[in-house]
């Protein structure tokens, strides 16, 4: 029988106060310095605009708004948000992952899935996006994206989330409405899980937009004009 491969926790340990923990997954210009370079070479030698590159755009765009809300709603103690952020974003990784693996897949999301025609491509379920992340980039993104939909699907650790024990002896607990960091454990791994999400995202990114830039197809895009998204703010 196959061993199965024990999980890589979470570094804590990288953390020495909820300060700086906070100021630790803080990203300047979300995602752009590390693809502008590449994006720029693209964009620069490409006749003229294709849909791969408007997706590319838009993935960096839908990144760094998932990741600066998650950044935001953990520095407002909004636990039940920071969860539900992260999943959209691990989701994120594995559409682009897959994307720059397999541009050919791209049509199947350019259209409604309504609009779906037999012998068209279909879209992958994200349990299959989760799994294909398992077999090609990581091996345990499937494991930490369980834990992030526990945790989104309001179930049995997300439950608890709101209740702070105060004291084991007299199984004293505390409840409060307004969201809070339950300790400051919890507040860490919510950053590291960040910061290592953020790193997935950056490759992610990055791979596409090489893509892009080694893309020798002629197909241009038909959705109007199209912006830099890396100039200044």
Not at 91 to 114: G, H, I, Q, S
Request: hydrophobic letters at 40%.
């Amino acid at each position: 029988m196959t061993e199965q491969p024990q999980p890589v926790l979470l570094d804590l340990s990288q953390f020495s106060s909820p300060e700086q923990a906070m100021l630790a997954i803080e990203r300047d210009r979300g995602f752009d310095n590390a693809v502008k370079p590449v994006l720029t070479q693209a964009i620069e030698s490409m006749a003229g605009p294709t849909m791969l590159l408007a997706f590319c755009q838009s993935s960096i765009t839908r990144a760094r708004g998932l990741y600066e809300g998650v950044v935001r709603e953990v520095r407002a103690s909004n636990h039940p948000a920071v969860f539900v952020l992260m999943r959209q974003l691990a989701e994120t990784v594995a559409v682009v992952r897959y994307v720059a693996d397999n541009p050919n897949y791209l049509p199947a999301l350019l259209r409604p899935e309504k609009d779906w025609k037999p012998g068209e491509a279909r879209r992958k379920s994200i349990s299959s996006l989760i799994d294909y992340m398992d077999r090609k980039h990581s091996t345990q993104f499937k494991a930490v994206y369980a834990e992030l939909s526990e945790l989104t699907h309001f179930a049995s650790t997300a439950i608890w989330n709101s209740h702070v024990i105060v004291d084991d002896e007299a199984r004293k607990v505390v409840w409060n409405s307004r969201p809070v960091w339950r300790d400051q454990r919890t507040l860490y791994i919510a950053c590291a899980q960040a910061l290592e999400l953020g790193s997935e995202m950056e490759l992610a990114l990055l791979s596409l937009a090489e893509v892009v830039r080694d893309d020798t197809s002629e197909q241009s895009a038909k959705a109007g004009d199209f912006f830099d998204p890396l100039t200044a703010d």
